[in-house]
């Protein structure tokens, strides 16, 4: 049952690689400012599902102590892949990768790995909190998939050959799902090891990534609607950890 979930969910990622052909039929301006409002809820899921779910189901399972080293080291793996593996959170299409465009797609199958991992662990632990960390992963995935897609565009990809391989890239989850299960099922304590580190991650994205792209915009009424986007996702986050069944 459990492994059934799993696979659904790590699916449904893996079909949001395909985002990137919505970009053939709907006008620049408007998917940039449908963009800019998803980026401020994912910033807002992401801290809720840090502190709201990953943190609490941690703190259940290990010493709090340990738990924060984890916290930090997720941080600080998340900054390490960021930094040296490029793997980027592109939002803009003038990204200038063209000579990395390749290890771009090398970073993003990783990154996809880990989040199959991720969602492996986070069913092991509870079918709620699999849920939460699932959707929370998609929102992310959603602009992320489009700045990857418009990088290998930028990159001499023709759109259909970018769509492809994007895919490809994201068919890793699959793979990391199947892993992150068979860890959790055999080595005891795995998930008390990736959940908080998934947490140090999500943090590390929304500060780091996401938040910052919303400070980039001048424009108040356009900031301000980011703001309040990014407070629905932690209160979408908050209500979901009351309504959904553990």
Same mark, same amino acid.
């Given at each position: 049952m459990v492994l059934s979930w799993i696979l659904l969910s790590t699916s449904l990622v893996c079909l949001i690689s395909l985002i990137g052909v919505f970009t053939l039929a709907i006008n620049e301006k408007l998917l940039q400012k449908a963009l800019f409002g998803l980026i401020g809820f994912s910033a807002g899921a992401l801290i809720g599902g840090a502190?709201? @779910?990953?943190?609490?189901e941690a703190l259940e399972k290990a010493d709090s102590t340990i738990v924060f080293y984890y916290l930090i080291l997720g941080i600080v793996i998340f900054f390490l892949m960021e930094r040296y593996f490029h793997w980027r959170h592109c939002h803009e299409e003038d990204c200038h990768v063209h000579p990395f465009t390749y290890l771009n797609l090398f970073?993003? /199958?990783?990154h996809n790995f880990i989040d199959g991992m991720v969602i492996a662990a986070s069913f092991a632990a509870s079918i709620k909190l699999g849920v939460v960390t699932t959707v929370a992963i998609i929102l @992310?995935?959603?602009? *992320?998939? #489009?700045?990857d897609f418009g990088v290998l565009?930028?990159?001499g990809f023709s759109k259909k050959k970018a769509l492809f391989f994007n895919f490809l890239s994201a068919l890793t989850a699959m793979a990391g &799902?199947?892993? /992150?299960y068979f860890l959790t099922t055999f080595? *005891?304590?795995? $998930? /008390?090891?990736? #959940?908080?580190? $998934? &947490?140090?991650g999500f943090i590390y994205i929304a500060t780091s990534d996401?938040?910052?792209?919303? @400070?980039? *915009? $001048?424009? #108040?009424r356009r900031s301000s609607a980011a703001?309040?986007?990014?407070?629905? /996702?932690?209160?979408?986050?908050?209500? &979901?950890?009351k309504i959904l069944p553990s």
């Open positions: 502190f709201l @779910h990953l943190l609490p970073g993003d /199958g990783f @992310h995935e959603i602009p *992320q998939e #489009l700045g565009v930028y990159g &799902a199947v892993v /992150g080595a *005891q304590g795995f $998930t /008390g090891f990736i #959940l908080p580190l $998934t &947490a140090g996401l938040i910052p792209e919303i @400070h980039k *915009q $001048t424009n #108040l703001f309040f986007a990014f407070l629905l /996702g932690i209160i979408f986050m908050a209500i &979901a950890k």
